[in-house]
Each structure stands twice: as structure tokens, then as C-alpha cells.
């Protein structure tokens, strides 16, 4: 089991079980997740998060494919210039430098807003580039990318566990996601528990972003998701040359935690039951090209839109109820006009309208069209209600004298099945050779069997 992995936590978790901050006498918390992640091996995960973990793959290579000719991503390309190394630019058939391969991938995988969430955070769209990256140059088999894609999730929710009042005046996926990276990319470079411990220290320095950008649909804030997975394999790879960092990088008076969530009053969730199970196990996907707040109410108003028939002349107004972290999480209370294509996809008005209306909004091409005049004029009647204390959303559709209503716990329907993941794929890859795709997914499926990612690398340069 995976509670094996770490028995010398035992002092840790007791302090913590009393409420307590970690004590001056126990190691700094960098120290004891680098001690988690250099002790994690692939023998110790359970088959099914490794499942999880190929899961996780499957679905980042998808949504990367699919932004293969988004903006965001060539600028990306254009920044990183032609430099040479050993790792691959999904969809090119140049490699280059790690550093350049994990800050273009990221912003692949995110560029359709078609990517993963766990804790807050995009943590696909940074650990993945991360660990193909490093597993590239490092000539690692598949089991080893396998245990850096697990151990860099972890890193990614427990940055974000020990200092939650980051949100919303900091982007978590920017703050808590050059972690992930630092991880994933320490991890496959073999790096010792002090080294691993400074290389998530200069992560903490590095870490950086806020939503603004979610007010404007600009492109800063994709750039920001590439940029915390650059940022992470920079800190392993200074770490590796001899960098340091503050040992109480986490939870010094100075350090990050009070930096971005102004209190360490949390900072032993960071460590909290580190070990006992793992974090990419609480990993939700996307079924549409959307913001992940937007998701649930998204789900309710197209259910409740077939089943009782609802139509634009017939609809009086509409009523959402979310909780506080999705209410305030920047963009979600955007309204119209509309300038770009990423302020509506985020926007709970726009997007619950458009699946009311029975738009195609499980496709990425749909949000160009800002300018719906239907969907504008239902969104105009939308009400986003007072914060629930709990993770419930509720929608309520008024119409002809009657109030039809839905119900449901936030992202509960996102959890990703093996079968669903898979299908989202072939949906993804489908202008691919039906050939290559299925090749691609066997690859994938099969990567704990891999002496070398090195047949994955070929397939990825060529899609």
C-alpha cells in the first residue's frame, strides 16, 4: 500500500492530527515532500492510480492535439525560437530543450480549456509537459514517467492544500502548479532528497499568476500555465547544478505561504496524510471546452432543457447557485459584449444559456460565436444567486409560470472513467489517421510496459 511509502512520517501526522503546525523539531515541509517524492516507486503505487496516471496522459496528448493551431501555443513556439535538445513540441517534428518542450506542451494542453483540475489547479496541463520533457531527456522507460506523472499531482494539490486563501487574488494553476513540475521533473532526474528540497523551494520563488486575464480573454493568463511547468523543470534543473533554497521555503515567516495566502495557519495541510492515498485519485476532467466552474451548472441546464423542453421565447429567467470559490473565481461572473472567445467560455451566463438553447457547446469552435444573439438576450435574464456555504450547485429555469430546477454536487459528474477518457480521445484525434490514433492510444495504455517513452516521443512529433 501506498501508506508504506513514507513511515517515517508517523511524528508528522500525529502533530497534525492535534491541529497543530508542523513543530520547529520535525523537518521543514519541503523536506518531508521531497522525502515523498525521491521514496515513491513505481512497485508502491496501486494499479489503479497508475491507471489514473495513464489516464491522466491520454487525455493531456488529446486536448494538445486538439490546440494544435491555436494562437496561444504558436506564440509559445515563436518565444522558444528554434533551440535544440533531446524533447518533443507535440505536433513538430524538431526537438528541443526540456525547459522549451514542457512550456509549449502546457500551453497545448490547455489551450482548448479542455484539460484537467485537481485542487484548484490545471495539473495535467504542468506536470505532463514536465515529465515527457525530463523522461525525454533522461531516456526513462514508461514506469518511470508513470511515477513522476503520480508524484507531480501530488505536488500540485498540496501547494495549493496548505495555503488555500490564495484564491481567488492568485491564479492557482500559476502559484501551486510550478510544484507539479519541480516534481515530476526531480523525480525523473534522480535528484537526492536535499536536492529535490531546494528544487521545490526555487518552485516556490518562481511561482506566479492571477486571473485578470479571465476578465479580458487575453492571452496571458494560458501563457501563465506554461510557464509555471517551465518554471518547475528550471527549478529541478538549478537544483541539480547546485541551487538552494530556504529550507522553510513552504512555511517560513517569509516564505510562500505567507506570501500568497498571507497566513501559514494551514501550512500542515501540505503534509497532512501524505502517503496514505493519492491525490491524482481526486483528479476531475472536462466534457466540454469550458472553465471547469462552469461545468456543473452547464450539465444541470442542458438536462434540464431536454427533458422538459424549454425553448428561448418561453424561458422568463434563470437562476444559478454555486459555491463562493466558484462564484468568485475570475471570469465566471463575466458578461456580454464579449471581445474574445475565452471571456465566454469561462462566463456562467453565456455558457448556461447556450446549453440551454441546445448550442453545440461540447465543441471548441462554438465560442467564436460571442456574438449569438439568442444566447445573449437568455444570458441578459440570468441571475447568478448569493454563494452557497457547501460544494452544491443548483440552477432553476422560470418558464411560462413554472420553475424547473436541478440540483447536483460541483464536478461530481466529471470523474474520469477509463471509458470516458477514451472516448473523449477519439473524439479529440478524430482528424487523425484512424491508424495513428489507435496507435497512439495503445502506446499510452500500455506505457508501464515501455523500456523507453522513445515510440511515444515518434508518435507525438508526427500527429
Request: glycine share 6%; net charge negative.
Given at each position: 500500500m501506498c501508506s508504506q511509502v513514507l513511515d517515517f512520517m508517523t511524528s508528522t501526522h500525529a502533530a497534525i492530527e492535534q491541529n497543530e503546525s508542523p513543530p520547529k523539531s520535525l523537518p521543514p515541509v519541503s523536506v518531508l515532500l521531497a522525502e515523498f517524492?525521491?521514496?515513491?516507486?513505481?512497485?508502491?503505487?496501486?494499479?489503479?492510480?497508475?491507471?489514473?496516471a495513464k489516464g491522466r496522459i491520454l487525455?493531456?496528448?488529446?486536448?494538445?492535439?486538439?490546440?494544435?493551431?491555436?494562437?496561444?501555443?504558436?506564440?509559445a513556439k515563436?518565444?522558444?525560437?528554434?533551440?535544440?535538445?533531446?524533447?518533443?513540441?507535440?505536433?513538430?517534428?524538431?526537438p528541443v530543450q526540456a525547459i522549451d518542450a514542457a512550456f509549449i506542451n502546457a500551453t497545448l494542453i490547455n489551450g482548448c480549456t479542455h484539460d484537467d483540475f485537481l485542487e484548484k489547479s490545471h495539473a495535467g496541463a504542468v506536470v505532463i509537459?514536465?515529465?515527457?520533457?525530463?523522461?525525454?531527456?533522461?531516456?526513462?522507460?514508461?514506469?518511470?514517467?508513470?511515477?513522476?506523472?503520480v508524484v507531480g499531482y501530488e505536488l500540485v494539490a498540496r501547494a495549493y492544500l496548505g495555503g488555500p486563501g490564495m484564491l481567488p487574488r492568485f491564479r492557482a494553476t500559476g502559484v501551486a502548479g510550478s510544484f507539479g513540475a519541480a516534481a515530476a521533473a526531480a523525480k525523473l532526474m534522480d535528484?537526492?532528497?536535499?536536492?529535490?528540497?531546494?528544487?521545490?523551494?526555487?518552485?516556490?520563488?518562481?511561482?506566479?499568476g492571477f486571473g485578470e486575464g479571465f476578465l479580458t480573454g487575453t492571452m496571458d493568463v494560458k501563457l501563465n500555465v506554461g510557464w509555471a511547468s517551465r518554471s518547475g523543470v528550471s527549478a529541478a534543473q538549478l537544483a541539480r547544478c547546485g541551487a538552494t533554497a530556504a529550507p522553510r521555503a513552504f512555511e517560513g515567516q517569509s516564505g510562500f505561504y505567507k506570501a500568497f495566502s498571507n497566513s501559514t495557519d494551514l501550512a500542515q495541510k501540505a503534509i497532512r496524510g501524505l502517503g496514505e492515498r493519492f491525490a491524482i485519485e481526486d483528479t476531475v476532467y472536462k466534457e466540454r471546452p469550458m472553465c471547469i466552474f462552469v461545468q456543473t451548472p452547464v450539465e444541470l441546464a442542458r438536462s434540464l432543457s431536454l427533458k422538459y423542453g424549454l425553448s428561448e421565447q418561453l424561458i422568463d429567467r434563470v437562476r444559478i447557485r454555486a459555491p463562493v470559490a466558484t462564484l468568485t473565481n475570475p471570469g465566471y461572473q463575466n458578461v456580454a459584449p464579449f471581445s474574445t472567445a475565452l471571456q465566454a467560455r469561462i462566463s456562467a451566463r453565456f455558457t448556461v444559456a447556450a446549453a440551454i438553447l441546445g448550442r453545440p457547446v461540447e465543441t471548441y469552435k462554438y465560442f467564436d460565436q460571442i456574438h449569438d444573439?439568442?444566447?445573449?438576450?437568455?444570458?441578459?435574464?440570468?441571475?447568478?444567486?448569493?454563494?452557497?456555504?457547501?460544494?452544491?450547485?443548483?440552477?432553476?429555469v422560470h418558464s411560462q409560470g413554472k420553475a424547473y430546477e436541478a440540483s447536483a454536487n460541483e464536478m461530481d459528474h466529471l470523474r474520469p472513467s477509463l471509458e470516458k477518457t477514451i472516448t473523449k480521445f477519439k473524439r479529440l484525434t478524430a482528424d487523425l489517421p484512424s491508424d495513428r490514433a489507435d496507435l497512439l492510444l495503445k502506446t499510452i495504455l500500455n506505457l508501464d510496459r515501455l523500456p523507453s517513452i522513445a515510440s511515444l516521443s515518434s508518435q507525438l512529433r508526427a500527429v
Open positions: 517524492i525521491a521514496k515513491t516507486r513505481f512497485d508502491n503505487i496501486p494499479t489503479h492510480v497508475l491507471d489514473l487525455d493531456a496528448v488529446a486536448t494538445a492535439i486538439a490546440a494544435r493551431t491555436l494562437a496561444v501555443p504558436n506564440v515563436a518565444f522558444a525560437g528554434k533551440t535544440s535538445g533531446l524533447a518533443t513540441v507535440i505536433g513538430s517534428r524538431l509537459p514536465a515529465a515527457l520533457a525530463l523522461a525525454e531527456e533522461q531516456g526513462a522507460s514508461g514506469a518511470e514517467l508513470l511515477t513522476a506523472v535528484l537526492s532528497i536535499d536536492q529535490t528540497a531546494h528544487a521545490l523551494g526555487l518552485a516556490a520563488m518562481f511561482s506566479s444573439v439568442g444566447v445573449l438576450e437568455l444570458s441578459s435574464r440570468i441571475e447568478l444567486m448569493e454563494p452557497v456555504d457547501d460544494a452544491s450547485v443548483w440552477v432553476e
